[in-house]
C-alpha cells in the first residue's frame, strides 16, 4: 500500500490561504487518481478537488476559483493551494490515492485546517 502523509494545515483567519501537501510513500507516476477529501464535524467526507495521471483536475463546486490541485511526480507529492479561505471551508483534510490496475486504494492519517472569521 501507498503511505500518503498530510502536512500544511493550520489555523487562518477568513480570506486567508494554506498549501496542504501530501507526501507517497512511492512513485505518484503510475497512480491514475490523487484526490484530496474533506470531513467537517457532523457531515460526511465530500470529494474536494482530484488530478488524475494525465493532469485533468475537477473540483467540487464550492471550491471552483479558490483551489488548485497539483501533482509533483518527481517529489511524489500532491498539493492543494487554498485561497480565500471561508469559514466553511474549515474540515480535516485527507489525502487519497486511487490506482486501478492493480487496483489499490490509500488514505493519509488527515491534517486540520481550520478558518476563523
Known amino acids: 500500500q501507498v503511505q500518503l502523509v498530510e502536512s500544511g494545515g493550520g489555523l487562518v483567519q477568513s480570506g486567508g490561504s494554506l498549501r496542504l501537501s501530501c507526501a507517497a510513500s512511492?512513485?505518484?507516476?503510475?497512480?491514475?487518481?490523487m484526490s484530496w477529501y474533506r470531513q467537517a464535524p457532523g457531515k460526511q467526507r465530500e470529494l474536494v478537488a482530484a488530478?488524475?495521471?494525465?493532469?485533468?483536475?475537477n473540483y467540487a463546486d464550492s471550491v471552483k476559483g479558490r483551489f488548485a490541485i497539483s501533482r509533483d511526480n518527481a517529489k511524489n507529492t500532491v498539493y492543494l493551494q487554498m485561497n480565500s479561505l471561508k469559514p466553511g471551508d474549515t474540515a480535516v483534510y485527507s489525502c487519497n490515492s486511487l490506482q486501478l490496475a492493480p487496483l489499490r486504494t490509500s488514505w493519509g492519517q488527515g491534517t486540520q485546517v481550520t478558518v476563523s472569521s
Open positions: 488530478i488524475t495521471s494525465g493532469g485533468s483536475t
Open positions: 512511492e512513485s505518484i507516476f503510475s497512480i491514475t487518481r
